[in-house]
């Protein structure tokens, strides 16, 4: 029977102590679903303090590990056992589902998709103004006001995303574990899409360094007025696709490096 005491002032959510509990007594999350007649990703949601059980089977998790309600759903009690050097040497792994896979990369795309549109935005809005095709009236109006729009929606995009809370944060930390059929689906997924983002991104800068030298853009002081207004918003546009390309690309392969950042996992 595990004992359960204070450790150094340091909270522990319901999900951390259900993992520690069910590695404790050697199970999988595949057995302890079976005894709670429920399915493996539900436990992995609660691991993961992505979802909570129902009274019922709360109650049923204290029977089969044999420790108080009261112990479990405080947050302001820990596990502790004679063994529990080996304990926290075990909670440095954490187990990834394909549904945890499948949601770490759905958040990290989401959160560079939004990102790269920024951007996209940011360097497209400030494209001309490295070009050798710069028009006065541009430069001295219009380009002030884009600069400074498209910096604030940056920053502000930044800032969005440093202060949503990142569920998937410990799954950077720790040294994950994954069953041997679901790394060898995430691998060979990784591996069918990194020829394709490793182009994306060769195309992006492409693209990006192309407009930045000017190239093929006419002389302003030859044209008129609404040419020259084209040709601004293509370079700016063209800039800005180019630009969303790279960083989009950039992100999902990070994205799928840190989940195979090991190729030796431990399977189970």
Not at 36 to 56: C, D, H, M
Not at 89 to 99: A, H, I, L
Not at 170 to 199: H, T
Not at 234 to 261: D, E, N, V
């Amino acid at each position: 029977m595990l004992l359960w005491r204070e450790q150094g002032g340091k909270n522990m959510t319901f999900g951390e102590k259900l993992y520690k509990l069910r590695k404790s007594q050697g199970l999988s999350q595949e057995a302890l679903a079976e005894k709670l007649n429920t399915s493996r990703q539900a436990v992995s949601k609660w691991e993961n303090n992505n979802g909570y059980p129902e009274t019922e089977k709360i109650i049923l998790i204290s029977k089969i590990f044999q420790v108080k309600l009261d112990d479990l759903l405080l947050d302001d009690r820990a596990i502790g056992s004679d063994n529990e050097k080996k304990l926290q040497e075990e909670t440095k792994e954490f187990y990834v589902s394909r549904e945890t896979a499948n949601g770490f990369l759905f958040y990290y795309k989401r959160k560079f998709l939004l990102l790269a549109t920024a951007c996209g935005i940011a360097l497209g809005c400030n494209s001309v103004s490295y070009t050798s095709t710069e028009h006065y009236f541009f430069a001295s109006s219009v380009a002030p006001i884009l600069t400074t729009i498209s910096i604030m929606l940056l920053l502000a995009v930044v800032i969005y995303i440093a202060l949503k809370q990142n569920p998937y944060r410990v799954l950077r930390k720790k040294e994950l574990v994954f069953a041997e059929e679901v790394r060898k689906e995430i691998q060979e997924e990784f591996l069918k899409m990194k020829k394709m983002l490793v182009g994306g991104i060769a195309l992006g800068l492409l693209i990006f360094v192309a407009v930045g030298s000017g190239l093929g853009l006419p002389v302003f002081e030859s044209m008129k007025y609404m040419d020259i207004l084209f040709c601004i918003t293509f370079s700016m546009i063209l800039s800005g696709i180019g630009s969303f390309i790279t960083f989009f690309c950039i992100g999902i392969y990070w994205s799928y490096s840190i989940l195979l950042r090991n190729q030796n996992e431990k399977n189970i």
